[in-house]
Every structure is written in C-alpha cells, then in structure tokens.
C-alpha cells in the first residue's frame, strides 16, 4: 500500500493496461505491505483452515487449495460452484475482510460498494488453474481485484471465448491485476508457478487473493 499522501504519480507506481479493462499495477504492494498482508492471511487461516475444492459431478480434487476472507466465500464440491457465508468444512463464518483490502479495492477498483468475497487460493510449487471465466457472481459489471503475494506465477489471459489467442504475464509478490469491462469475462489461469522467486514466505508457493462483488448493490 501507498503511504499517506503518496500516490501513483509521485512514487512512480507503473499502471499497464494489458487488454481492454485489464489493468496491471507491477508493485503495487510494497515489501511492508505485504508482510502485513502476508499475517492477516495467516490470521484468517487460523481461523478458516485452506480446503481443497473439488469439481461439480466428478469430484476431482483442485490442486490449488482455498479459504474466503468476507461475509461470502467461493467454494466448489460435488455439488456445483457457489458462493456462501460459512466454510464448508467448519461452518464457521468466515473470517472479515481487512481493511488493507478494503483500502486496495477503494484505491482501486472505482466502485463504492466493498466487495463480498475474497478467495484466498493457495499454490503449493505443482499447482495450477486451467484456463476459465468466473461467472459464478450475480453482478458481472463490478471487476475483480487480485492481489499476488510469494512466488511469481505464469499467468495466462485470452478473449471472452475459449478459443481466442492468449498472452501469459509473469505475476509477482505484491502485484495488483483488475479485470474490469470487457475483460471481466476473459478466460484466464496459472500455467505455474516459479519457486524460489520470492523471499516473503517461508515455504516455496504462492498466495492470491481474488476481491469479488458477488450481488448487485
Ligand atoms: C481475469 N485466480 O481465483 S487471479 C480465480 O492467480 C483465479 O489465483 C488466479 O483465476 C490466481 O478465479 C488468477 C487474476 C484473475 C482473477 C479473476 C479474473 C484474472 C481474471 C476474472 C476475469 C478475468
Ligand atoms: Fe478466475
């Protein structure tokens, strides 16, 4: 996070536009900010351990594993992809969001309301996401903020159908991605992740965490 009265401009912060509403902000976290992020993720672990997701119908396990931050939390089971208030495994509401992350989407985002949902997901050094959208939120209009912390991670991005041809960007501890407008709906995933790229966590694997509106204001 910027300190009180820096902004972009005066600290030099890069903002690259990768694609139409994609907004990439390399950086954005100082080394600070994301050890201060960094603890409250572990805080909120604590509190709501990392599951393992699994697919609708199959149950196939995900190799990334998750937990929320926020009064709705993403989970995904036999049962199909949803958004609800408690972990799927305790039951327990989930842990609030804190109010670094709330500064981040106000910073931003460009919309008023908060979000409802940040997905933690977790990469151990083998784990990946296949290319997909999300679209398992009511409201489309309002972007997605993803913050990365620990290990880059191979990050690939397409058009709004699967076939389009796709770009990958390295993404880095501190990090900070908006997919907004007609990018909100872009295919996207984690090729892989690069070990020993960062020094902020103790163990090799790396950290995002997706800041979603789930309903409509
Ligand atoms: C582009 N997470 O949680 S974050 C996800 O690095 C997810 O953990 C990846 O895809 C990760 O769903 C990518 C960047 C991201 C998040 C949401 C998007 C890119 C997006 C939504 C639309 C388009
Ligand atoms: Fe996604």
């Known amino acids: 996070m910027l300190g009180t009265g820096e ?11 990768l694609a139409p509403g994609l907004i990439w902000w390399p950086g954005y976290l100082d080394r600070a900010a994301q050890e201060a992020l960094l603890a409250e993720i572990e805080a909120a672990l604590a509190l709501a351990p990392l599951f393992t997701p699994r697919m609708p119908r199959t149950g196939q396990p995900f190799s990334v594993r ?38 981040a989407w106000r910073a931003l985002s460009g919309q008023e309301a908060l979000p409802e949902a940040g997905l933690i997901n977790w990469y151990a050094p083998d784990a990946h996401m296949g290319l997909h959208q999300d679209r398992d939120e009511q409201d489309f209009t309002a972007p997605v903020l993803s913050l990365s912390l620990g290990d880059t991670a ?34 996207h995933g984690v090729d892989r992740i690069l070990p020993g790229t960062s020094t902020l966590l103790s163990e090799p694997g790396r950290f995002n965490l997706t800041l979603r509106r789930v309903t409509p204001p």
Not at 7 to 17: F, K, N, P
């Open 7 to 17: 902004s972009g401009a005066e600290t030099g912060m890069q903002r690259v536009e």
């Open 66 to 103: 998750m937990s929320n931050f926020g009064p709705l939390g993403w989970v995904s089971d036999a049962a199909g992809y949803r958004y609800q208030g408690f972990h799927p495994e305790t039951r327990a509401p989930w842990p609030p969001l804190p109010a670094s992350l709330a500064a």
């Open 154 to 187: 191979l990050f690939r991005y397409g058009g709004t159908e699967r076939r389009a041809p796709t770009r990958s960007i390295r993404l880095a501890s501190g990090d900070a991605l908006l997919l907004s407008g007609e990018s909100r709906l872009a295919f």
